[in-house]
Protein backbone atom coordinates (compact mmCIF):
# COMPACT_ATOMS: atom_id res chain seq x y z
CA UNK A 1 0.00 0.00 0.00
CA UNK A 2 1.50 3.57 -0.85
CA UNK A 3 1.75 6.11 1.81
CA UNK A 4 0.48 9.52 1.03
CA UNK A 5 2.19 12.78 1.69
CA UNK A 6 -0.23 14.88 4.14
CA UNK A 7 1.79 17.87 4.36
CA UNK A 8 1.35 18.19 0.03
CA UNK A 9 -1.80 19.16 0.94
CA UNK A 10 -1.64 21.95 3.05
CA UNK A 11 0.50 25.08 3.93
CA UNK A 12 3.50 25.34 5.84
CA UNK A 13 3.31 27.94 8.68
CA UNK A 14 5.28 30.51 6.78
CA UNK A 15 3.25 30.05 3.75
CA UNK A 16 0.42 31.18 5.37
CA UNK A 17 2.35 34.05 7.35
CA UNK A 18 3.61 35.31 3.87
CA UNK A 19 -0.24 35.00 2.58
CA UNK A 20 -1.93 36.54 5.89
CA UNK A 21 1.36 39.70 5.33
CA UNK A 22 0.28 40.43 1.28
CA UNK A 23 -3.33 40.71 2.47
CA UNK A 24 -2.21 43.04 4.96
CA UNK A 25 -0.44 45.20 2.73
CA UNK A 26 -3.32 44.94 0.02
CA UNK A 27 -5.68 45.92 2.56
CA UNK A 28 -3.32 49.04 4.08
CA UNK A 29 -2.92 50.38 0.52
CA UNK A 30 -6.53 50.27 -0.70
CA UNK A 31 -8.40 51.37 2.60
CA UNK A 32 -7.03 54.89 1.87
CA UNK A 33 -8.10 54.75 -1.70
CA UNK A 34 -11.36 53.93 -0.18
CA UNK A 35 -11.03 56.77 2.23
CA UNK A 36 -10.33 59.12 -0.52
CA UNK A 37 -13.31 58.05 -2.66
CA UNK A 38 -15.92 58.58 0.20
CA UNK A 39 -14.48 62.02 1.30
CA UNK A 40 -14.68 62.85 -2.83
CA UNK A 41 -18.42 61.58 -2.57
CA UNK A 42 -19.19 63.84 0.56
CA UNK A 43 -17.55 67.20 -1.01
CA UNK A 44 -19.18 66.71 -3.71
CA UNK A 45 -22.76 66.18 -1.73
CA UNK A 46 -21.92 69.02 0.18
CA UNK A 47 -21.69 71.37 -2.71
CA UNK A 48 -24.85 70.15 -4.20
CA UNK A 49 -26.34 70.96 -0.91
CA UNK A 50 -24.39 74.68 -1.20
CA UNK A 51 -26.04 74.52 -4.36
CA UNK A 52 -29.40 74.32 -3.85
CA UNK A 53 -28.73 77.37 -1.13
CA UNK A 54 -27.34 79.19 -3.79
CA UNK A 55 -30.99 78.97 -6.10
CA UNK A 56 -32.53 79.25 -3.39
CA UNK A 57 -31.10 82.52 -2.33
CA UNK A 58 -32.09 83.79 -6.27
CA UNK A 59 -35.20 82.85 -6.16
CA UNK A 60 -36.07 84.72 -2.68
CA UNK A 61 -33.90 87.64 -4.39
CA UNK A 62 -36.36 87.35 -7.24
CA UNK A 63 -39.60 86.70 -5.24
CA UNK A 64 -39.06 89.89 -2.34
CA UNK A 65 -36.81 91.97 -4.90
CA UNK A 66 -33.84 91.22 -1.58
CA UNK A 67 -31.35 88.99 -0.19
CA UNK A 68 -32.72 87.92 2.82
CA UNK A 69 -31.38 90.01 6.01
CA UNK A 70 -27.64 88.36 7.24
CA UNK A 71 -30.24 88.20 10.72
CA UNK A 72 -32.69 90.51 11.48
CA UNK A 73 -33.36 92.91 14.77
CA UNK A 74 -36.00 95.10 15.37
CA UNK A 75 -34.12 98.32 15.96
CA UNK A 76 -30.68 99.39 15.25
CA UNK A 77 -28.97 97.29 17.33
CA UNK A 78 -27.42 94.47 16.01
CA UNK A 79 -28.22 92.25 18.63
CA UNK A 80 -31.80 93.14 18.98
CA UNK A 81 -34.61 90.48 19.00
CA UNK A 82 -35.50 88.56 16.93
CA UNK A 83 -32.45 87.30 15.32
CA UNK A 84 -33.83 85.22 12.63
CA UNK A 85 -31.13 84.38 10.21
CA UNK A 86 -30.84 84.15 6.21
CA UNK A 87 -30.68 80.66 6.48
CA UNK A 88 -34.28 80.09 8.96
CA UNK A 89 -35.72 82.87 5.76
CA UNK A 90 -35.44 80.94 3.33
CA UNK A 91 -37.06 77.41 4.47
CA UNK A 92 -39.80 77.73 2.03
CA UNK A 93 -37.18 78.44 -0.88
CA UNK A 94 -35.69 74.80 0.11
CA UNK A 95 -38.98 72.34 0.53
CA UNK A 96 -39.07 73.77 3.89
CA UNK A 97 -42.06 75.45 4.27
CA UNK A 98 -43.82 73.52 6.86
CA UNK A 99 -41.19 74.07 9.47
CA UNK A 100 -41.40 78.09 8.13
CA UNK A 101 -44.95 78.34 8.79
CA UNK A 102 -44.69 77.40 12.31
CA UNK A 103 -41.75 80.25 13.16
CA UNK A 104 -43.25 83.32 13.96
CA UNK A 105 -40.44 86.12 12.25
CA UNK A 106 -41.85 88.29 14.63
CA UNK A 107 -40.68 86.57 17.77
CA UNK A 108 -37.21 85.77 19.13
CA UNK A 109 -35.22 82.31 18.55
CA UNK A 110 -35.37 81.14 21.83
CA UNK A 111 -39.43 81.61 22.69
CA UNK A 112 -40.63 78.76 23.94
CA UNK A 113 -43.04 77.82 20.83
CA UNK A 114 -39.87 77.41 18.59
CA UNK A 115 -38.32 75.13 20.59
CA UNK A 116 -39.63 71.60 18.89
CA UNK A 117 -38.55 73.45 15.49
CA UNK A 118 -35.73 75.07 15.71
CA UNK A 119 -34.26 71.65 16.64
CA UNK A 120 -34.97 69.80 13.63
CA UNK A 121 -32.31 68.31 11.48
CA UNK A 122 -32.09 69.81 8.24
CA UNK A 123 -30.16 67.96 6.17
CA UNK A 124 -29.54 70.95 3.02
CA UNK A 125 -27.68 72.81 5.73
CA UNK A 126 -25.33 70.18 7.07
CA UNK A 127 -22.06 69.13 5.45
CA UNK A 128 -21.76 65.42 5.60
CA UNK A 129 -18.01 65.57 6.12
CA UNK A 130 -18.71 66.97 9.78
CA UNK A 131 -18.41 64.15 12.31
CA UNK A 132 -20.29 66.37 14.68
CA UNK A 133 -23.51 66.45 16.57
CA UNK A 134 -26.70 67.35 13.82
CA UNK A 135 -28.37 69.15 16.75
CA UNK A 136 -26.27 71.36 18.94
CA UNK A 137 -26.40 73.46 22.41
CA UNK A 138 -25.67 77.42 21.84
CA UNK A 139 -26.04 77.86 25.60
CA UNK A 140 -23.52 74.99 26.21
CA UNK A 141 -20.40 77.07 24.17
CA UNK A 142 -17.50 78.62 26.16
CA UNK A 143 -15.24 79.96 24.12
CA UNK A 144 -11.63 79.35 24.99
CA UNK A 145 -8.31 80.95 22.73
CA UNK A 146 -10.81 81.36 20.09
CA UNK A 147 -12.56 77.71 20.20
CA UNK A 148 -15.71 76.22 21.59
CA UNK A 149 -14.42 73.26 23.29
CA UNK A 150 -17.74 72.05 24.77
CA UNK A 151 -20.05 70.82 22.00
CA UNK A 152 -21.27 68.05 22.45
CA UNK A 153 -25.28 67.52 22.51
CA UNK A 154 -27.13 66.74 26.08
CA UNK A 155 -30.80 66.13 26.07
CA UNK A 156 -32.81 67.28 28.53
CA UNK A 157 -36.56 67.42 27.70
CA UNK A 158 -37.74 69.46 30.46
CA UNK A 159 -35.86 72.30 30.05
CA UNK A 160 -36.40 76.79 30.02
CA UNK A 161 -34.42 78.88 27.64
CA UNK A 162 -32.36 80.40 30.60
CA UNK A 163 -28.88 80.95 29.76
CA UNK A 164 -27.90 78.45 32.55
CA UNK A 165 -30.31 75.99 30.22
CA UNK A 166 -29.86 74.36 26.72
CA UNK A 167 -30.81 75.74 23.65
CA UNK A 168 -31.09 72.95 20.93
CA UNK A 169 -30.96 73.96 17.78
CA UNK A 170 -30.51 72.06 14.29
CA UNK A 171 -26.57 72.41 13.11
CA UNK A 172 -25.75 74.24 10.06
CA UNK A 173 -21.87 73.99 8.42
CA UNK A 174 -22.67 76.74 6.02
CA UNK A 175 -22.73 80.73 6.81
CA UNK A 176 -23.47 84.39 4.89
CA UNK A 177 -20.19 85.71 3.83
CA UNK A 178 -20.52 88.80 6.31
CA UNK A 179 -17.25 90.46 4.63
CA UNK A 180 -13.94 90.98 4.87
CA UNK A 181 -13.48 92.83 8.18
CA UNK A 182 -14.03 91.19 12.00
CA UNK A 183 -18.07 91.04 12.19
CA UNK A 184 -17.68 92.16 15.85
CA UNK A 185 -16.39 96.00 14.97
CA UNK A 186 -19.32 96.34 12.85
CA UNK A 187 -22.18 93.93 12.89
CA UNK A 188 -24.75 95.81 11.56
CA UNK A 189 -22.43 97.15 8.21
CA UNK A 190 -20.46 95.00 6.59
CA UNK A 191 -18.98 94.70 3.41
CA UNK A 192 -20.18 91.20 2.15
CA UNK A 193 -23.60 90.29 1.42
CA UNK A 194 -24.95 89.39 4.95
CA UNK A 195 -25.52 91.45 7.84
CA UNK A 196 -27.48 92.67 10.35
CA UNK A 197 -30.71 93.99 8.50
CA UNK A 198 -28.86 93.88 5.48
CA UNK A 199 -31.70 93.24 2.47
CA UNK A 200 -29.58 94.19 0.00
CA UNK A 201 -30.84 93.59 -3.80
CA UNK A 202 -28.25 91.83 -6.36
CA UNK A 203 -27.74 95.35 -8.25
CA UNK A 204 -25.61 96.24 -5.12
CA UNK A 205 -23.32 94.00 -6.13
CA UNK A 206 -21.57 95.98 -8.59
CA UNK A 207 -18.00 93.64 -8.11
CA UNK A 208 -20.46 91.23 -9.87
CA UNK A 209 -22.53 88.24 -8.47
CA UNK A 210 -19.90 85.95 -10.26
CA UNK A 211 -17.28 87.88 -8.53
CA UNK A 212 -18.66 87.91 -5.40
CA UNK A 213 -19.01 84.98 -2.54
CA UNK A 214 -22.40 84.41 -0.89
CA UNK A 215 -21.50 81.48 1.13
CA UNK A 216 -18.92 79.53 2.69
CA UNK A 217 -18.08 76.45 4.75
CA UNK A 218 -17.71 76.25 8.57
CA UNK A 219 -16.51 74.13 10.75
CA UNK A 220 -17.96 73.37 13.91
CA UNK A 221 -15.51 71.61 16.12
CA UNK A 222 -14.23 75.41 16.38
CA UNK A 223 -17.90 76.28 17.59
CA UNK A 224 -21.44 75.33 17.07
CA UNK A 225 -23.16 77.03 14.05
CA UNK A 226 -26.70 76.97 13.47
CA UNK A 227 -29.51 77.71 10.24
CA UNK A 228 -31.73 79.22 13.13
CA UNK A 229 -29.74 83.01 13.64
CA UNK A 230 -28.23 85.14 16.21
CA UNK A 231 -29.12 84.47 19.80
CA UNK A 232 -28.42 87.69 22.05
CA UNK A 233 -27.04 85.65 25.23
CA UNK A 234 -25.25 83.26 23.14
CA UNK A 235 -21.30 83.75 22.96
CA UNK A 236 -19.62 84.77 19.38
CA UNK A 237 -23.48 85.16 18.50
CA UNK A 238 -22.89 86.81 15.03
CA UNK A 239 -20.37 84.52 14.08
CA UNK A 240 -22.76 81.26 14.20
CA UNK A 241 -24.51 82.23 11.32
CA UNK A 242 -22.08 84.66 9.29
CA UNK A 243 -18.28 83.85 8.43
CA UNK A 244 -15.76 86.30 8.01
CA UNK A 245 -12.80 86.64 5.34
CA UNK A 246 -10.16 88.24 7.58
CA UNK A 247 -8.09 85.37 7.18
CA UNK A 248 -7.99 83.24 4.12
CA UNK A 249 -9.69 79.42 4.51
CA UNK A 250 -8.31 76.64 6.91
CA UNK A 251 -5.80 79.18 7.61
CA UNK A 252 -3.76 77.79 10.69
CA UNK A 253 -3.34 81.49 12.49
CA UNK A 254 -7.75 81.89 12.03
CA UNK A 255 -10.37 82.58 14.60
CA UNK A 256 -13.47 80.78 15.03
CA UNK A 257 -15.59 83.24 12.48
CA UNK A 258 -13.42 82.00 10.04
CA UNK A 259 -14.30 79.53 6.87
CA UNK A 260 -12.84 76.35 7.58
CA UNK A 261 -13.82 72.55 6.20
CA UNK A 262 -13.47 69.19 6.79
CA UNK A 263 -12.23 68.66 3.23
CA UNK A 264 -8.97 67.95 2.21
CA UNK A 265 -7.23 70.77 1.09
CA UNK A 266 -10.11 73.84 0.44
CA UNK A 267 -13.56 74.64 0.98
CA UNK A 268 -16.50 74.87 -0.88
CA UNK A 269 -17.99 78.66 -1.71
CA UNK A 270 -21.24 79.93 -3.23
CA UNK A 271 -20.66 82.66 -6.08
CA UNK A 272 -23.56 85.51 -5.97
CA UNK A 273 -24.48 83.68 -9.30
CA UNK A 274 -25.27 80.46 -7.22
CA UNK A 275 -22.55 78.42 -9.06
CA UNK A 276 -19.86 76.57 -6.33
CA UNK A 277 -16.38 76.88 -5.82
CA UNK A 278 -14.21 74.56 -4.16
CA UNK A 279 -11.31 76.66 -2.83
CA UNK A 280 -7.97 76.05 -2.02
CA UNK A 281 -5.95 76.77 0.72
CA UNK A 282 -3.35 78.24 -1.24
CA UNK A 283 -5.55 81.45 -2.58
CA UNK A 284 -4.00 84.55 -1.73
CA UNK A 285 -5.83 86.56 1.61
CA UNK A 286 -6.32 89.40 -0.36
CA UNK A 287 -8.08 87.56 -2.94
CA UNK A 288 -9.89 85.79 -0.34
CA UNK A 289 -10.87 88.70 0.84
CA UNK A 290 -11.72 90.31 -2.50
CA UNK A 291 -14.45 87.84 -3.74
CA UNK A 292 -15.64 88.11 0.30
CA UNK A 293 -16.53 92.02 -0.45
CA UNK A 294 -19.43 93.14 -2.64
CA UNK A 295 -18.22 96.63 -4.41
CA UNK A 296 -14.78 96.99 -3.13
CA UNK A 297 -13.84 97.77 -7.10
CA UNK A 298 -11.15 95.02 -6.49
CA UNK A 299 -9.58 92.53 -9.21
CA UNK A 300 -9.72 89.19 -8.67
CA UNK A 301 -7.15 87.58 -10.86
CA UNK A 302 -6.40 84.10 -9.18
CA UNK A 303 -9.62 82.67 -10.47
Known sequence: ??????SAN???LVELLVVIAIIGILIGMLLP??????EAARRISCANNMRQLGIALHNYESARIELPSGWTTADDTALGAPGWGWSAQ???F???GNVFKNLNMNV???DHDHEEWISLEMPVFMCPSDPGATIVDLNGHIEEDDHDHFHDLVLDDDHDHDDDEPLLVGRSNYSGVFGSGEITESPSNGNGAFYANSELAFSKFTDGLSNTFLLGERRTDYGAISWVGVVDHVDEPFARIVGAADHAPNS?????EDFRSYHPAGV???RGDASVQFLGDNISEATFQAMATRSGGEVANEF
Do not use: Y
Open 108 to 110: EIA
Open 33 to 38: AVQQVR
Open 268 to 270: NMV
Open 10 to 12: GFT
Open 90 to 92: ILP
Open 252 to 256: LEGHF
Open 94 to 96: VEA
Open 1 to 6: MKKTNS
